[in-house]
């Protein structure tokens, strides 16, 4: 394992899913802290979406207008880039992390600045920056709660809300006891584990550093493209510090955040927060349209982010993905997710959604588990605000790591060979009936009482904490045969 | 109206009794069940597990054994699901037209009241696949209402996955058991002597779960609690 | 090439299933959701909301909003007091125990952070989700002032209010910075569990100023 933070999108050195989940399913305390939080999270959210009797329907318009961005995105991204240099901004294009990560870093320099605030950001995670900052000298301090908690801790974000639901109360009052100090301002004599002294501790602790800050990296929730307006949608206040206390902005957006015009950010905004934190409307969102004299920053960046989203825009049925307005109301019902927490899927974007972003993002040789991390359920499907057909995408991405594994390589995976054989076996009702019999046989050897125990070999995983039924002596193809003799059409010459 | 079963593979070999009840109860309403012999499977395993190419002749295969049909009725939520949602996508063409046994009940024949007797406390899991991906909403509850005798009671957290997936259950074991053990205590909370559903595969998955613990609850699909009747010694 | 050719080109080349002569506006977009969920009284209903953030709300008439305006101010020992230009004389108390700071010439950070509180009005109000909207219009001046004083209280008039995002977002002019409000700051990143006050002002109190609710 490495010590890092992060390492861009994929962190190479994790596990494939299956083992890294064992390590969580193990941890009974991350288990207790995700079943609390999730269960919170889900009630909050079906009372506020049921309060609209016309969710359906903003549902669909999200989709719709996600759909219509997507298939016109270069238009839409030319002239979100005239209006927000007509604003008084400036667009900068990067076709990959190390870009943008270089066009961060050199305005960062050109600002004067050896520090910088950051609101939370996907966008940011997702390309390394805070390291590649941290490489250039330049110390980049997180500023939302769950951020700072995990920054701090040393730690990987879980969660895309809420990077830190892995950790409790109590677990978060050892981190900020033991490591303020050593970032800035420590935490203050005695502090509890009340959620609301912890809260106070942040602010104590972040207060000095917005208010010296030259410099803040934002992500975006949106930019408009016929007006040049970007907007963030956050709850603490430390977004609005970010946005409005340093002389230089620069907002780091993926591609996909535009959005045709500023009416229809009313479905977004009633989309999103009631989807995100379960509230009809977070605390604070802001909006500004390039610089605003004597009000903010003077200075303003808007860097567009592509790594990997046109790869994904390349494919007509995962590039549903890219409509993600990263509530995670996906994550809080995914009952994978509630067990196994963020960390298994070794990527900043976890849970269903990032089933699926992230091997389109970064190709699903880097990431061939995720796509089966999924028991397929739905019930991601039916929380997503935008309609992102999960389960179809993660089923899509599947053929797409079985193809991948027979063009690399040259002998079949034994999986491979086992539904080679079961699609034979399932050619013909003869064929099948002669495998039935092989595995009735097999079975007698291995029952008792009707039920089959442990297993040997790969059914072992199956048989660890199931029994398994003994096949009856007569399949439904035969009994028929039996009982009804002369409608019997055999299948023997197909 | 004729009427064809799709046993579908897995219940073929392991829960031939689901397709006998199937017939028991449609005939019992007055319908004729016809069998084509020569169906085998939906392609869903190979499918959902990534393998398309080995799925197509399967879907090819479905249709052509269904076609002529005016409804094929399957005792499986998931399988129907898959040819309903997925076969246009490896064949080309719309499949027939397919009914889980529930939706075929309330839908097509307009029957909640089967004449059923079934005089147990049950509890009943809705498959995610027949919750979210058919969605047949509360037909199934309707129709167990409806059974005489029945001590029906609510299942907690029921829409929550029951961690079987498929081959998600072997390549994702750990998780899908720590689902398992989550959805088998909501079941003996219940203390149902019966735990039924709309799909087999989640029962095996959950009843051998139940069994492995010695729980004494027992797993039955819900063809076979319709069709059950006063005559029967259950 | 340089980067933006190199990302529009290959945005290009992957929407090649899109038809040439396909435009943005032929993708439907069905706007058949409700324009408004407010109901019948609006007012009421955004003064339930704004209160359900824990944020607390004072009903006036208008010839008493002075006066809830002072009491409000003196019951949280409000000892100085930023007042952006352009608030309306009709709202502000003529005197009280606290020390006026305008912002003119504009607060340094330091001098808004030393702040106890701070008075504005709001351009819009919005009654389904309780936020009131800043633009930085007379009487409330630059985003800075309503951020860093940990009390802000907000005079809204009851013609301000809409009943829902679509039709406060028309009445918006997104060439303006815009901050749309609603309670006090409040995070969830503990445990999913909802904690008012973070960095935003903490205290939020808003006083309404329209006719009388009828009890």
Redesign the interface.
């Given at each position: 394992m490495t010590t890092g933070t992060g390492d861009g999108l994929v962190w190479l050195d994790t596990p494939a899913f299956p083992e890294a989940a064992r390590t969580a399913l193990a941890d009974t305390q991350l288990r207790g802290?995700l079943r609390?939080?999730?269960g919170?999270?889900r009630d909050k959210r079906l009372a506020v979406t049921g309060?609209?009797?016309?969710w359906e329907?903003?549902r669909?318009?999200g989709a719709?207008?996600k759909?219509?961005t997507l298939?016109?995105?270069?238009?839409?991204?030319?002239e979100l880039e005239e209006s927000v240099t007509r604003?008084g901004g400036t667009v900068?294009?990067?076709?990959d992390a190390d870009?943008a990560n270089r066009i961060v870093t050199e305005l960062v320099r050109a600002a004067g600045a050896d520090e910088v605030v950051k609101v939370k950001s996907m966008a940011t995670q997702e390309i390394g920056l805070n390291e590649a900052l941290a490489e250039a000298g330049i110390a980049a301090y997180e500023?939302?709660?769950?951020e700072l908690?995990v920054q701090l801790g040393g730690d990987r974000p879980s969660h895309i809300l809420?990077p830190?639901?892995h950790r409790?109360?109590g677990e978060?009052q050892g981190i900020f006891r033991r490591e303020m100090a050593a970032w800035g301002r420590p935490a203050p004599e005695g502090l509890t584990d009340e959620?609301?002294a912890?809260?106070?501790a942040?602010?104590l602790h972040?207060?000095e550093k917005?208010?010296r800050a030259r410099v803040a990296v934002s992500g975006a929730n949106f930019a408009?493209a016929g007006?040049g307006?970007v907007g963030v949608v956050e709850?603490?206040?430390?977004g609005?510090?970010c946005?409005?206390?340093p002389q230089t902005l620069i907002t780091v957006m993926g591609?996909e955040k535009v959005l045709?015009a500023?009416?229809d950010?009313?479905?977004f905004?009633?989309l999103l927060?009631r989807s995100s934190?379960g509230?009809?409307?977070?605390?604070?969102?802001?909006?500004?349209?390039g610089r605003?004299p004597?009000?903010?920053p003077q200075d303003f960046h808007l860097v567009?982010l592509?790594n990997g989203r046109?790869?994904t825009?390349?494919d007509?049925v995962g590039?549903q993905a890219l409509a993600c307005i990263r509530c995670s109301a996906c994550l809080n019902v995914c009952p994978v997710y509630e067990r196994t927490g963020g960390h298994a899927y070794g990527s900043v974007y976890p849970g269903p959604i990032g089933a699926v972003l992230t091997p389109q993002l970064a190709g699903v040789d880097k990431a061939p588990s995720l796509p089966f991390a999924s028991t397929l359920c739905g019930a991601c499907y039916d929380a997503c605000p935008v309609k992102i057909n999960i389960p179809e995408v993660l089923a899509h991405l599947r053929a797409e790591v079985v193809e991948s594994k027979r063009r690399s390589h040259r002998a079949p995976t034994p999986e491979a060979l086992v539904m080679r054989a079961a699609a034979a076996a399932l050619a013909t009702p003869r064929r099948l009936s002669a495998a039935q019999r092989s595995a009735r046989l097999g079975s007698h050897l291995l029952a008792r009482k009707g039920r089959i125990g442990r297993l040997p070999g790969p059914l072992r995983a199956w048989s660890d904490s199931r029994d398994s039924p003994q096949p009856p002596a007569e399949t439904f193809h035969a009994w028929w045969r039996r009982t009804h003799p002369g409608e019997t059409r055999s299948g023997e010459s197909r | 109206m004729r009427v064809a079963l799709f046993i579908t593979c897995f219940n073929d070999t392991l829960y031939p009794e689901t397709g006998k009840a199937v017939v028991r109860l449609l005939e019992r309403l007055g319908h004729t069940v016809e069998f084509p012999a020569d169906q085998t499977c939906c392609g869903q395993m190979h499918f959902n597990t990534g393998y398309r190419p080995e799925a197509t002749p399967l879907a090819r295969r479905f249709a052509e054994v269904f076609a002529g049909y005016d409804a094929v009725v399957s005792p499986s939520a998931s399988c129907t699901g898959m040819v309903r949602d997925s076969h246009e996508l490896l064949t080309g063409s719309r499949p027939p037209q397919v009914y889980e046994l529930s939706e075929f009940l309330v839908d097509v024949l307009g029957v909640t009241d089967v004449g059923a007797y079934f005089p147990h406390r049950v509890t009943y899991h809705p498959t995610c696949h027949s919750l979210r991906m058919l969605r047949v909403g509360d037909r199934p509850l309707r129709l167990l209402r409806a059974v005489k005798g029945i001590d029906l009671v609510e299942l907690p957290a029921a829409d929550s996955c029951c961690g079987f997936g498929g081959t998600f259950a072997l390549k994702n074991a750990g998780t899908s058991a720590a689902m398992l053990a989550d959805k088998a205590d909501c079941v003996l909370r219940t203390g149902a002597e019966v735990l039924s559903a709309a799909d087999n595969s989640c029962l095996m998955h959950i009843g051998g779960g139940l069994s492995r613990i010695r729980s004494g609850v027992r797993t039955l699909h819900l063809a076979e609690i319709l069709a059950a009747t006063e005559g029967d010694a259950r | 090439m340089?980067?933006?050719d190199?990302?529009?080109g290959?945005?290009?080349?992957?929407?090649?299933?899109?038809p040439a002569d396909?435009?943005?506006q032929d993708?439907?977009?069905?706007?058949?959701?409700?324009a408004d969920?407010a109901g019948a009284d609006p007012t009421g209903l955004f003064a339930d909301?704004v209160a359900?953030?824990r944020a607390e709300v004072v009903r006036t008439a208008p010839a008493d909003a002075k006066q809830a305006v002072a009491e409000a101010l003196r019951r949280r020992g409000v000892r100085s007091l930023v007042v952006p230009p352009g608030f309306p004389e009709e709202f502000l108390p003529d005197d009280g125990p606290w020390q006026r700071l305008g912002d003119d010439p504009?607060l340094t950070?330091?001098e808004l952070?030393a702040a106890d509180g701070v008075l504005t009005t709001a351009a819009v109000g919005?009654a389904?989700?309780?936020?009131i909207v800043l633009d930085?219009g007379p009487g409330q001046g630059?985003?800075?002032l309503t951020?860093l004083p940990d009390y802000h209280l907000c005079v809204v008039r009851e013609e301000q209010i809409v009943g829902d995002?679509?039709e406060a977002?028309?009445a918006l002019d997104?060439?303006?910075?815009?901050?749309?409000?609603?309670?006090?700051?409040?995070?969830?990143?503990?445990?999913?569990?909802?904690?008012e006050?973070?960095?935003?002002?903490r205290t939020l109190v808003v006083v309404l100023v329209g006719a009388e609710p009828v009890v």
């Open positions: 802290n609390r939080a999730t919170t999270i309060e609209l009797a016309d329907q903003l669909a318009a719709a207008l759909r219509r298939r016109h995105l270069d238009c839409y991204l030319v604003a900068h294009w990067a076709a870009q500023t939302d709660l769950a908690i809420v830190a639901i409790n109360r978060i959620p609301r912890l809260a106070e942040a602010r972040l207060r917005f208010l408009i007006t307006t709850s603490e206040g430390n609005r510090m946005l409005t206390l591609i045709p500023w009416s950010l009313e479905v905004l009633q927060p934190t509230e009809r409307m977070n605390p604070y969102t802001s909006t500004w349209t605003t004597g009000d903010g567009l592509d046109t790869a825009l390349a007509t590039r | - | 340089n980067a933006r190199t990302v529009l290959r945005i290009r080349a992957a929407l090649a299933d899109v396909e435009a943005p993708v439907p977009v069905a706007r058949d959701y409700l969920h909301r359900d953030y504009q950070v330091a952070d919005i389904v989700t309780g936020t930085t630059r985003r800075a951020l995002v679509p977002l028309a997104p060439a303006r910075p815009l901050t749309f409000v609603s309670g006090p700051s409040a995070t969830s990143d503990i445990e999913l569990d909802r904690v006050g973070v960095h935003g002002p």
